[in-house]
C-alpha cells in the first residue's frame, strides 16, 4: 500500500504497529505475527519483521512528542500500540551521565554511562518485559512465565502485577537473596529450581510444550528481544541525535548487545540520526564468558560451559545469541572480552568512587572490561565512549560484604574520633 505524501503528516505514527510479520533469522522463512519463536523450516530463531514505509512515518518530532519512557519509541516496536492495554511501569529515559572524573581515571576522552539501573524495578531487564508482556496482552494471554538469573524475575513478577496477570517465575535456587526477595514480594509464584540458569531455561522450554502462558524468554522473546532497541534509540537522542563512536554492553544471551547495533542501524537508515561509524564491545565474566571465548578463538561457534562466575545476572552458559553478539563485534571493528571476579569488583567500586553510581555485579564487568580493553589497546580512548550501567548495586550486595565496612568504628565520642585519625 502506498499512501500519497500529502496524507503522510496527518497518520500518527504511535498508533501504528510497523511490524508486520516474524522473520527467520536463518533461512528468511516468514511467519504470521505471533508468540512463536522458532523457524519450523530450520529451527533458527525469529525475528519481528517490519513494514518499512510505516518505520519511515516516525520522526524526531513525533518521537519527542511521546512520553518521557520508552514508548516515546512506539512506532518503532512491534507492541503496546493501544495505550490503554499496554503493560507499563514507566521503564525507559533513564539518564546518560557524562563520566568525566571516570574518564580521566581511564585516561579517556569522552565518556558517558547509561544509567539503566533508574528503571522501575532497577535493571534494564524493564524495558523488554514491558514490551513482552504488552504483546502478551494483546495476543490474549492472562499468564505469563519466565526463567531468570534474577533481574528478569523481578521485572516480570512486578509488570505482571500491575496489569493484573498472573505471574509464574523460575530461578536458580542459589540466587542472592535480594533478588528473590524482591521478587516474591509482588506476589506471583515463583518457583526455585536445583540446578543453574541453563537448568531453568531447559525446564522452562519443556513448560512451554505444556501450558498456554506467554513465556517471556520463549513464544514471546522476539517480542521481548526488540524492547533492547530502545536503550540504543534513547542514547543517540540523549546525544543530540547522532551515534556515539563505540559502546560497551554487558553480554548475558547476547541480545542486549545485538539490538543496540539493530537499533543504531534503525536510526540511520530512517534518516533519524547520521549513519556514522561504531564500534560496539561487548563484556563478560571470566567464570561465564563463552561469546568472549569464541572471540579469541577466532571461531563462529560459541562452546556452552557452565557459569562461576559473582555476575550472575550475565551467567548464561548457553547464549542464544552469542553467534549474533560476535558477528556485530567483528563487523563494527569491536571486541569481546572478559574479566575477573576480584576486577569486576573492583570495576563496581571505580564506577561508585568516580561518578557516585552504584551498579550491580553487571555494571562491574562492563566498567573492568572497558579498562582492560584500554590496557589492550582495543578501545580508542580519544573516541567518544558510552558503557552501559544494566542494573543497580543493591541487587548484589553479597560480593562486597567483604569490601563494604565503615572506615572505622569508634565510641560516641570527639576524642575517639580524633585518635582514629578521621579529622583533617
Ligand atoms: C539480562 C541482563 C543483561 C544482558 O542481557 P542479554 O541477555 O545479553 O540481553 C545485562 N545486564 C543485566 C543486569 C541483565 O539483567
Ligand atoms: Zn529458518
Not at 550475565?314 to 563487523?331: F, Q
Request: proline content about 6%; hydrophobic content about 40%.
Amino acid at each position: 500500500m502506498t499512501v500519497a505524501p500529502e496524507r503522510l503528516a496527518t497518520i500518527n505514527p504511535d498508533v501504528v504497529n510497523p511490524a508486520v510479520s516474524l522473520s527467520c533469522r536463518y533461512c528468511g522463512a516468514t511467519y504470521a505475527l505471533s508468540p512463536t519463536h522458532v523457524c519450523i523450516e530450520c529451527f533458527a530463531p525469529l525475528e519481528i519483521a517490519y513494514d518499512e514505509s510505516a518505520l519511515r512515518r516516525v520522526t524526531r518530532a513525533s518521537i519527542e512528542a511521546g512520553p518521557t519512557n520508552l514508548w516515546r519509541y512506539v512506532g518503532l516496536l512491534p507492541a503496546g500500540h493501544d495505550p490503554a492495554r499496554r503493560v507499563s511501569l514507566g521503564a525507559g529515559w533513564t539518564p546518560l551521565r557524562p563520566a568525566a572524573r571516570l574518564a580521566a581515571e581511564l585516561g579517556m576522552r569522552t565518556l558517558w554511562v547509561k544509567d539503566d539501573s533508574a528503571n522501575p524495578t532497577h535493571s534494564f531487564k524493564d524495558r523488554v518485559v514491558s514490551v513482552a508482556l504488552s504483546a502478551a496482552r494483546e495476543h490474549g494471554y492472562t499468564t505469563v512465565a519466565c526463567a531468570s538469573t534474577g533481574n528478569l524475575a523481578q521485572s516480570v513478577a512486578a509488570h505482571a502485577a500491575s496489569a493484573g496477570l498472573r505471574s509464574v517465575v523460575l530461578i536458580p535456587h542459589d540466587l542472592e537473596d535480594g533478588k528473590t526477595v524482591s521478587t516474591a514480594v509482588y506476589g506471583g509464584t515463583l518457583v526455585a529450581i536445583d540446578g543453574n540458569y541453563d537448568d531453568v531455561n531447559r525446564l522452562c522450554s519443556e513448560l512451554s510444550g505444556e501450558y498456554e502462558w506467554a513465556f517471556v524468554n520463549v513464544n514471546v522473546r522476539p517480542f521481548y528481544a526488540e524492547g533492547s532497541k530502545t536503550l540504543g534509540y534513547e542514547v543517540a537522542e540523549q546525544l543530540g541525535w547522532r551515534l556515539p563512536e563505540q559502546v560497551v554492553v554487558p553480554i548475558a544471551s547476547g541480545s542486549l548487545l545485538t539490538k543496540i547495533d539493530k537499533a543504531f542501524g534503525e536510526l540511520g537508515r530512517l534518516g533519524l540520526v547520521e549513519p556514522t561509524p561504531y564500534r560496539v564491545f561487548g563484556a563478560q565474566a571470566q567464570g561465564c564468558n563463552p561469546v568472549a571465548a569464541a572471540f579469541a578463538r577466532g571461531v563462529d561457534t560459541v562452546a556452552p560451559m557452565k557459569p562461576s562466575t559473582i555476575a550472575k545476572s550475565l551467567s548464561i552458559g548457553n547464549p542464544a545469541d552469542g553467534p549474533y553478539a560476535l558477528d556485530v563485534a567483528r563487523r563494527t571493528g569491536g571486541a569481546i572480552t572478559d574479566v575477573t571476579d576480584p576486577e569486576i569488583v573492583e570495576g563496581i567500586r571505580l564506577l561508585a568512587r568516580t561518578e557516585g553510581v552504584f551498579g550491580e555485579t553487571a555494571g562491574g564487568v562492563t566498567v573492568a572490561c572497558l579498562r582492560r580493553l584500554l590496557r589492550e589497546g582495543l578501545l580508542d580512548p580519544d573516541a567518544e565512549t558510552v558503557i552501559f550501567n544494566t542494573g543497580d548495586g543493591l541487587k548484589t550486595l553479597d560480593p562486597l560484604v567483604s569490601t563494604g565496612k565503615p572506615t572505622a568504628t569508634i565510641r560516641p565520642s570527639l576524642a575517639a574520633f580524633e585518635t582514629a585519625g578521621l579529622g583533617d
